[in-house]
C-alpha cells in the first residue's frame, strides 16, 4: 500500500511527499530486517538447544554430545528411542532392533547382529546390513554400542538427500504447469501471511479483511469528491484505506513471539514448535509422570525385606550416589556389613539388583569434568535413577556390579530389558566355576507374582508387605532369580520362557522425595484454574502417598482411593469412552499407568474440550505427546523420539518449569491482546475522523481533510507501531496465574476486546472530531473558515484549516499515547493498575509513574511520542509543506481538554465493567484467597490471602 501511495506522490510531481514517503518505508524495511533477523536467531538457537544428543565414548569417559558434532572414529552408545546420528558399524548389543522405515520404506523393526561379519559387504543391500546401524533411524529395542563410520552426507540417508538436491526440488506432478502453479501458490501463501503458526494465520487472514475494508473506504472518498480524482484526493483515499490497516500487527506479533521463546528458555523450556507457544496459556489439565518431573529423579533404597533375613532399612542418606552415606539397620538393629558377608540369602538378592541392572556408579577422578552424567560430591553415575539407586545399595556390601565382573568369571547370555508394556526386566549369566547358568529378574510386584513359583500363602504375605512399603510412599520392586539348564537355549531367545518359574528373592523400597518446588507449583496451578493429574507407572498406594505430598490430592484420606479421583490404570482401561465420558471428572491419578492409557486420557479430554498438557520420556509416550495439546518432553532422560514428538522439551525435567511455561503463554497472550487492541482503536478512531471528516466543504464546495495524508502515515507508522512493540514485552500481571485459562477456541478476538476497540474507538475518533471542528468553526468560523484548495498545500485561506489539522494531529497523537497505558490492563484503573490488596500479598501498589515505569521501553516510547510531536507541529517548512499543517498556541488548550475528557470516558467504561464483572472486570478483586476457594484449596500455614 505504500509503494502504491508513494508511486502515486512522485506521479503528481509531489517530490516532497514522496520522498518523506519513501524514507519511511526504508526505515520500515530497516527496522523489520533487523526485527526479523534478530527473532530467526533467537528461534534458530533454541532450535539447536532441542537438538538430538548423543551419548560418545571420548577419552575412555561418556559425554552427551550434539548429534551434528559426532565424527568418524566416535563410539556411540545407543539406548531404546535414541535416533541414530550418524551410519555406525555395531560392535556390541543385546536384543537390538532399528526402525529403518525412513529408509528403505521397512515398516517392520530390522533385528540386528552386532558380530556378524559378511565377506561381499558392497553387493549386500542396505536392508539386510544387519552389522550397521544407519543415520536418522531409530533404534525400536534393545541397547547398542557401535563405531561411526560415516557422518553428513557420506550416510546412506546424506547420500538420497544430496541425489535429490543434484536433481532440484521436485514438488508433486509432473505437469509444468502443476509445478508451476505450486510454486506461486505457496510464493502467494508466503507473501499473504498465510504460513506461520495459526496465531499468525488467523491474523494474517484478519489483516487481508481489513485490506478489504480498505478498499470499500477508499471508493467512499473517491465518492465523496464526486469522482474528481485529483492527485489529493487520490492519495487520501488511499491513506484512508491505510488508516484501517495495523501495518506493523504481523512484526509486532513475530518480534513479541521472539521474546517469549527466549523467556521460556531462560525458565528451562524449549519451545520445538511455535503453536505451543500460542496453546500453553489456555490450557486446562496438565497430566505429568511422577518420576523426575513431581519428584526429584534421584531414588534411594530405603527399605529392603529378604524372608529369611527380615526388613533391612537404609538412615540418613544425605548422597543418593555414595555408598557409605547413611548406615545401615537389620530388622531395627545396627548392624556391621563385614558380618553378612557369608550370607548365601543377602549374596542371591544383592546379586540380582546389581546383574539386572544397566547403570554404573563410580567415584569420579579431575578426568570426569566434562562428564555430562548426574554427579554428586564426588560421585558419578550413569543410568536409570530406580537402577542407579538399587546399584548404590549393592555396593553398601561391596556387591555392585563393577566388582561382581571384576575377575572375568561372569558372561552376559541374555538380556530381556525393561519395557513400559511388560514393566519387568530379566537378564542370563552363566559362572564359568558353575554348571548351569543363572536369570534374575526385576519389576513390578503384581507382575512378577503369576511368574513366581510361592505358594498362594507366600504371595499374599508377599503383597501385604508390598502394600506397606508403599503406603509410606516407597516404589516397590519385586526380586527374582532362578538356575538355567545349559541344554534349554530356548531360556535365552523366548522371555516368556525365561520370566517363569521364577523363585522369590526380595522386596527393595525406593524412595524419590518430591522437588521443593513440586507442591508450590501444583497449587500455582490450581489456583489458575487448571487441574494436575499424576500418570505413573508406580504402585496405586505409592503414587497416592507422593500424591498427597506434592498437593494434587489435597483433600482425601492418604491412603483411601477417593472415588474417581484415583484409580488403577488396569481399571480405566476396561471402561468404554461412554464410561469415561460420565465420570464427572477425570482421575487425578492413575497407576501403573500404560502409554495406551496416556492416549485414552488425552483422547478423553479432547471429548470435553479440554486442553492438556501431557509429559512424556518414553519411545511409547510419543503418541500421546503428539495428539495432546501441547506435548512436553523430557530433556535430560527423554529419549529422541519422544523429543521430535513433543511440542516443547523441558532442559531440567521439573513440573515447576511447566508452570512458568503456562504463566509465560498467558503474558504472551495478554500482550497480543494489549498490542492487539491498541492498534483496532488508532484504525477505528481514524477511519471515524477521516469518513465525518469527508463532510466539511471548502468555498468550493470540495471535502477539506481534517488530516493530511502524511499525517495519517506518521501516526501508523511511527507513533502507534512502537506503542505496540512496548505493549508486546509487557510484564506478566501479578495477579495472572490466580485466574481461570482463557477459551483458546474464542482466541484473541474476545467479546471484550472487540467492544473496547469499538468503544475507545469512537471514543477517540469523537474527540478528534471535537478538536478539529472547535479550531475550524468555534473561532473566526464562518462561511469561509476552510479557505480554498487547503488539500494541496498553503495558500492565504488555509491558516484556520492548518491550525485545525495540526491541533486534531496532537490530540489523536496524544490519545493514542495514554491509550497505550489505558490498555496495560483491560478493567484496572490507570491510576491504580497495581493495587495493594487488602490482606493479600502486596501487587505492587505503586504510583502511576511507577506502574507505568515498570516497562521501560513502552514508558520512554510513550514520552518520545510527546517530545517528537512538538518539532512536527512547529518547525518551518516540515509543518506546512510536508504535513500541511501550522504551528499552534491557545489550541493545546483544546488538545488538553481532549486528553482529559478522553481519559475521564476510559476511566468510567473500566468502572462500569468492574460494576457489572463484564470480561476481564469480574478480576478486579482477584486475590490469592479467591484462588483458593475456587480451586477448594486450605490456606497454607502463615499465608496471607
Given at each position: 500500500?505504500?509503494?502504491?501511495?508513494?508511486a502515486?506522490?512522485?506521479?503528481i510531481?509531489?517530490?516532497?511527499?514522496?520522498g518523506?514517503?519513501?524514507?519511511v518505508i526504508?526505515?520500515?524495511?530497516?527496522?523489520?530486517?533487523?526485527?526479523?533477523y534478530?527473532a530467526?536467531?533467537?528461534?534458530?538457537?533454541?532450535?539447536?538447544?532441542?537438538?538430538?544428543?548423543?551419548?560418545?565414548?571420548?577419552?575412555?569417559?561418556?559425554?552427551?554430545?550434539?548429534?551434528?558434532t559426532?565424527?568418524?572414529?566416535?563410539i556411540?552408545?545407543?539406548?531404546?528411542?535414541d535416533?541414530v546420528?550418524?551410519?555406525?558399524?555395531?560392535?556390541?548389543?543385546?536384543?537390538?532392533?532399528?526402525?529403518?522405515?525412513?529408509?528403505?520404506?521397512?515398516s517392520?523393526?530390522?533385528?540386528?547382529?552386532?558380530?556378524?561379519?559378511?565377506?561381499?559387504?558392497?553387493?549386500?543391500?542396505?536392508?539386510?546390513?544387519?552389522?550397521?546401524?544407519?543415520s536418522a533411524?531409530?533404534?525400536?529395542q534393545?541397547r547398542a554400542?557401535g563405531?561411526v563410520?560415516?557422518?553428513?552426507?557420506?550416510?546412506?540417508?546424506?547420500q538420497i538427500?544430496?541425489?535429490?538436491?543434484?536433481?532440484?526440488?521436485?514438488t508433486?506432478?509432473?505437469?509444468i504447469?502443476?509445478?508451476?502453479?505450486?510454486?506461486?501458490?505457496?510464493g502467494f501463501?508466503v507473501v499473504?501471511?498465510l504460513?506461520?503458526?495459526?496465531?499468525?494465520?488467523?491474523?494474517?487472514?484478519?489483516?487481508l479483511?481489513?485490506?478489504?475494508l480498505?478498499?470499500?473506504?477508499?471508493?467512499?472518498?473517491?465518492?465523496?469528491?464526486?469522482?474528481?480524482?485529483r492527485?489529493?484526493v487520490?492519495?487520501?483515499?488511499?491513506?484512508?484505506?491505510?488508516?484501517?490497516?495495523?501495518?506493523?500487527?504481523?512484526?509486532?506479533?513475530?518480534?513479541?513471539?521472539?521474546?517469549?521463546?527466549k523467556?521460556?528458555?531462560?525458565?528451562?523450556?524449549?519451545?520445538?514448535?511455535?503453536?505451543?507457544?500460542?496453546?500453553?496459556?489456555?490450557v486446562?489439565?496438565?497430566c505429568?509422570?511422577?518420576?523426575?518431573?513431581?519428584t526429584q529423579?534421584?531414588?534411594?533404597?530405603?527399605?529392603?525385606?529378604?524372608?529369611?533375613?527380615?526388613?533391612?532399612?537404609?538412615?540418613?542418606?544425605?548422597?543418593?550416589?555414595?555408598p557409605?552415606s547413611?548406615?545401615?539397620r537389620?530388622?531395627?538393629?545396627?548392624?556391621?556389613?563385614?558380618?553378612y558377608?557369608?550370607?548365601?540369602?543377602?549374596?542371591?538378592?544383592?546379586k540380582a539388583?546389581?546383574?539386572?541392572?544397566?547403570?554404573?556408579?563410580?567415584?569420579?577422578?579431575?578426568?570426569?569434568?566434562?562428564v555430562?552424567?548426574?554427579?554428586e560430591?564426588?560421585?558419578?553415575?550413569?543410568?536409570e535413577?530406580?537402577?542407579?539407586?538399587?546399584?548404590?545399595?549393592?555396593?553398601r556390601?561391596?556387591?555392585?556390579?563393577?566388582?561382581?565382573?571384576?575377575?572375568?568369571?561372569?558372561e552376559?547370555?541374555?538380556?530381556?530389558?525393561?519395557?513400559?508394556?511388560?514393566?519387568?526386566?530379566?537378564?542370563?549369566?552363566?559362572?564359568?566355576?558353575?554348571?548351569?547358568?543363572?536369570?534374575?529378574?526385576?519389576?513390578?510386584?503384581?507382575?512378577?507374582l503369576?511368574?513366581?513359583?510361592?505358594?498362594?500363602?507366600?504371595?499374599?504375605?508377599?503383597?501385604?508387605?508390598?502394600?506397606?512399603?508403599a503406603?509410606?510412599g516407597?516404589?516397590?520392586?519385586c526380586?527374582?532369580?532362578?538356575?538355567?539348564?545349559?541344554?534349554d537355549?530356548?531360556?535365552?531367545?523366548?522371555?516368556?520362557?525365561a520370566e517363569s518359574?521364577i523363585?522369590?528373592?526380595?522386596l527393595?523400597?525406593?524412595?524419590d522425595p518430591?522437588?521443593?518446588?513440586?507442591?508450590?507449583?501444583?497449587?500455582?496451578?490450581?489456583?489458575?484454574?487448571i487441574?494436575?493429574?499424576?500418570?505413573t507407572?508406580?504402585h496405586?498406594?505409592?503414587?497416592t502417598?507422593i500424591?498427597?505430598?506434592?498437593?494434587?490430592?489435597?483433600g482425601?484420606?492418604?491412603?483411601?482411593?477417593?472415588?474417581?479421583?484415583?484409580?488403577?490404570?488396569?481399571?480405566f482401561?476396561?471402561?468404554?469412552?461412554?464410561e469415561?465420558?460420565?465420570?464427572?471428572?477425570?482421575?487425578?491419578?492413575?497407576a501403573?499407568c500404560?502409554?495406551?492409557?496416556?492416549?485414552?486420557?488425552v483422547?478423553?479430554?479432547?471429548?470435553?474440550n479440554?486442553?492438556?498438557?501431557?509429559?512424556?520420556?518414553?519411545?511409547?509416550?510419543?503418541?500421546?505427546?503428539?495428539?495432546?495439546?501441547?506435548?512436553?518432553?523430557m530433556?535430560?532422560?527423554g529419549?529422541?523420539?519422544?523429543?521430535?514428538a513433543?511440542?516443547?522439551?523441558?532442559?531440567?525435567d521439573?513440573?515447576?518449569?511447566?508452570?512458568?511455561?503456562?504463566e509465560e503463554?498467558?503474558?504472551?497472550?495478554d500482550?497480543?491482546?494489549?498490542?492487539?487492541?491498541?492498534?483496532l482503536?488508532?484504525?477505528?478512531?481514524q477511519?471515524?475522523?477521516?469518513?465525518?471528516?469527508?463532510?466539511f466543504?471548502?468555498?468550493?464546495?470540495?471535502?477539506?481533510?481534517p488530516?493530511?495524508p502524511l499525517?495519517i502515515?506518521?501516526?501508523?507508522?511511527?507513533?502507534?507501531?512502537?506503542?505496540?512493540?512496548?505493549?508486546g514485552?509487557?510484564?506478566?500481571?501479578?495477579?495472572?496465574?490466580?485466574?481461570?485459562p482463557?477459551?483458546?477456541?474464542?482466541?484473541?478476538?474476545?467479546?471484550?476486546?472487540?467492544?473496547?476497540?469499538?468503544?475507545?474507538?469512537?471514543f477517540?475518533?469523537?474527540l478528534c472530531?471535537?478538536?478539529?471542528?472547535?479550531v475550524?468553526?468555534?473561532v473566526?468560523g464562518?462561511d469561509?473558515?476552510l479557505?480554498?484548495?487547503?488539500?494541496?498545500?498553503?495558500?492565504?485561506s488555509?491558516?484556520i484549516?492548518?491550525?485545525?489539522?495540526?491541533?486534531?494531529?496532537?490530540?489523536?497523537?496524544?490519545?493514542?499515547?495514554?491509550?497505550a497505558w489505558?490498555?496495560k490492563?483491560f478493567?484496572?484503573?490507570?491510576?491504580?493498575l497495581?493495587p495493594h490488596?487488602?490482606?493479600?500479598?502486596r501487587?505492587?501498589?505503586?504510583?502511576?509513574?511507577?506502574?507505568?515505569?515498570?516497562?521501560?521501553?513502552?514508558?520512554?516510547?510513550?514520552?518520545?511520542?510527546?517530545?517528537?510531536?512538538?518539532p512536527?507541529?512547529y518547525?518551518?517548512?516540515?509543518n506546512?509543506?510536508?504535513?500541511?499543517?501550522?504551528?499552534i498556541?491557545?489550541?493545546w488548550?483544546?488538545?488538553?481538554?481532549?486528553l482529559?475528557?478522553?481519559l475521564?470516558?476510559?476511566?468510567?467504561?473500566?468502572?462500569?465493567?468492574?460494576?457489572?464483572?463484564?470480561?476481564?472486570?469480574?478480576?478486579?478483586?482477584?486475590?490469592?484467597?479467591d484462588a483458593?476457594?475456587?480451586a477448594g484449596l486450605?490456606?497454607?500455614?502463615?499465608?496471607?490471602?
Open positions: 500500500v505504500l509503494l502504491i501511495v508513494m502515486l506522490s512522485f506521479g510531481d509531489d517530490y516532497i511527499e514522496g518523506v514517503i519513501t524514507a526504508l526505515l520500515n524495511i530497516v527496522v523489520g530486517f533487523v526485527q526479523d534478530h530467526e536467531k533467537a528461534i534458530m538457537s533454541l532450535y539447536a538447544l532441542s537438538a538430538p544428543v548423543s551419548k560418545v565414548m571420548r577419552d575412555g569417559a561418556i559425554e552427551h554430545a550434539k548429534a551434528e559426532v565424527v568418524v572414529g566416535d556411540v552408545h545407543l539406548n531404546v528411542g535416533i546420528p550418524a551410519d555406525l558399524r555395531l560392535i556390541d548389543g543385546i536384543n537390538v532392533s532399528t526402525d529403518e522405515a525412513l529408509l528403505t520404506g521397512e517392520l523393526p530390522v533385528n540386528k547382529t552386532p558380530h556378524k561379519i559378511f565377506e561381499n559387504y558392497s553387493d549386500i543391500p542396505v536392508g539386510d546390513r544387519t552389522n550397521m546401524a544407519y533411524t531409530t533404534m525400536s534393545g554400542t563405531i563410520v560415516a557422518t553428513g552426507v557420506n550416510t546412506e540417508v546424506g538427500a544430496e541425489m535429490l538436491r543434484s536433481r532440484g526440488r521436485v508433486e506432478g509432473s505437469n504447469a502443476v509445478r508451476s502453479w505450486n510454486r506461486f501458490k505457496n501463501k499473504l501471511g504460513e506461520g503458526t495459526p496465531l499468525q494465520i488467523k491474523l494474517s487472514k484478519f489483516a479483511l481489513l485490506f478489504a480498505a478498499i470499500l473506504l477508499a471508493v467512499i472518498v473517491f465518492s465523496a469528491a464526486k469522482w474528481d480524482v492527485g489529493e487520490l492519495i487520501y483515499g488511499i491513506c484512508v484505506g491505510v488508516a484501517v490497516i495495523p501495518e506493523s500487527l504481523i512484526a509486532v506479533l513475530t518480534i513479541t513471539i521472539a521474546v517469549g521463546t523467556a521460556m528458555a531462560k525458565g528451562n523450556v524449549i519451545v520445538r514448535k511455535l503453536s505451543a507457544l500460542e496453546a500453553v496459556g489456555g486446562t489439565n496438565i505429568s509422570d511422577k518420576t523426575g518431573t513431581l529423579g534421584k531414588m534411594i533404597a530405603r527399605k529392603a525385606w529378604i524372608p529369611a533375613m527380615g526388613t533391612m532399612t537404609i538412615h540418613d542418606t544425605t548422597n543418593p550416589f555414595d557409605s547413611g548406615f545401615v537389620m530388622n531395627d538393629c545396627d548392624i556391621d556389613i563385614e558380618e558377608d557369608d550370607s548365601a540369602h543377602l549374596d542371591t538378592f544383592l539388583i546389581a546383574l539386572c541392572n544397566l547403570s554404573s556408579v563410580y567415584k569420579s577422578s579431575a578426568d570426569d569434568a566434562s555430562s552424567t548426574a554427579s560430591a564426588g560421585w558419578v553415575s550413569v543410568g535413577p530406580t537402577e542407579i539407586a538399587l546399584q548404590v545399595l549393592a555396593m556390601f561391596n556387591s555392585g556390579k563393577a566388582t561382581l565382573m571384576d575377575g572375568g568369571n561372569l552376559l547370555l541374555a538380556e530381556f530389558p525393561f519395557d513400559s508394556n511388560f514393566k519387568r526386566m530379566a537378564v542370563i549369566y552363566k559362572d564359568k566355576t558353575e554348571t548351569t547358568a543363572h536369570a534374575y529378574m526385576k519389576g513390578a510386584v503384581e507382575v512378577m503369576p511368574a513366581l513359583l510361592s505358594s498362594d500363602s507366600e504371595k499374599k504375605q508377599i503383597s501385604a508387605v508390598a502394600e506397606e512399603m503406603g509410606n516407597l516404589r516397590v520392586l526380586v527374582g532369580q532362578k538356575l538355567v539348564p545349559n541344554d537355549p530356548k531360556q535365552l531367545t523366548d522371555r516368556a520362557t518359574s523363585g522369590f528373592v526380595g527393595v523400597g525406593l524412595y518430591p522437588r521443593l518446588e513440586t507442591a508450590e507449583a501444583v497449587r500455582r496451578c490450581q489456583m489458575a484454574g487441574t494436575v493429574h499424576m500418570l507407572g508406580d496405586i498406594k505409592t503414587a502417598a500424591a498427597h505430598e506434592v498437593g494434587i490430592l489435597s482425601a484420606a492418604p491412603n483411601s482411593n477417593s472415588g474417581s479421583a484415583i484409580m488403577p490404570a488396569s481399571e482401561d476396561k471402561l468404554s469412552d461412554e469415561v465420558d460420565a465420570i464427572e471428572t477425570l482421575p487425578l491419578v492413575l501403573r500404560s502409554p495406551k492409557t496416556k492416549v485414552r486420557v483422547q478423553a479430554m479432547h471429548r470435553r479440554a486442553f492438556c498438557v501431557m509429559t512424556g520420556d518414553g519411545v511409547n509416550d510419543a503418541p500421546a505427546l503428539r495428539i495432546s495439546s501441547v506435548g512436553v518432553a530433556g535430560l532422560n529419549s529422541d523420539v519422544a523429543k521430535e513433543a511440542d516443547m522439551v523441558l532442559t531440567d521439573n513440573f515447576a518449569s511447566i508452570v512458568k511455561a503456562v503463554g498467558r503474558r504472551l497472550f500482550n497480543i491482546q494489549k498490542f492487539l487492541l491498541h492498534l482503536i488508532s484504525n477505528i478512531s477511519v471515524l475522523l477521516l469518513l465525518i471528516g469527508l463532510a466543504k471548502d468555498a468550493d464546495g470540495n471535502s477539506v481533510f488530516l493530511s499525517e502515515l506518521w501516526v501508523n507508522l511511527i507513533t502507534s507501531s512502537f506503542l505496540a512493540l512496548g505493549l514485552v509487557e510484564e506478566a500481571q501479578p495477579d495472572i496465574m490466580l485466574r481461570p482463557h477459551d483458546l477456541r474464542v482466541g484473541v478476538f474476545t467479546p471484550e476486546l472487540i467492544a473496547d476497540k469499538f468503544i475507545y474507538g469512537t477517540m475518533g469523537s472530531i471535537a478538536a478539529f471542528t472547535s475550524a468553526f468555534g473566526g464562518g469561509q473558515a479557505g480554498r484548495d487547503c488539500n494541496e498545500g498553503w495558500n492565504d488555509c491558516g484549516v492548518f491550525r485545525a489539522r495540526a491541533t486534531t494531529y496532537a490530540t489523536l497523537s496524544f490519545l493514542l499515547l495514554v491509550t489505558e490498555v490492563h478493567s484496572r484503573s490507570l491510576f491504580n497495581y490488596v487488602e490482606g493479600g500479598p501487587f505492587f501498589g505503586l504510583s502511576v509513574f511507577g506502574a507505568v515505569w515498570r516497562n521501560r521501553f513502552l514508558f520512554w516510547a510513550v514520552v518520545a511520542g510527546f517530545v517528537i510531536t512538538f512536527v507541529v518547525i518551518p517548512v516540515i506546512r509543506i510536508v504535513f500541511k499543517h501550522e504551528a498556541t491557545w489550541e488548550g483544546v488538545v488538553v481538554a481532549c482529559v475528557v478522553y475521564a470516558a476510559v476511566e468510567s467504561w473500566k468502572a462500569v465493567k468492574r460494576r457489572f464483572g463484564l470480561g476481564s472486570g469480574k478480576y478486579r478483586l482477584l486475590t490469592v484467597e483458593e476457594m475456587r486450605a490456606p497454607l500455614e502463615g499465608e496471607k490471602v
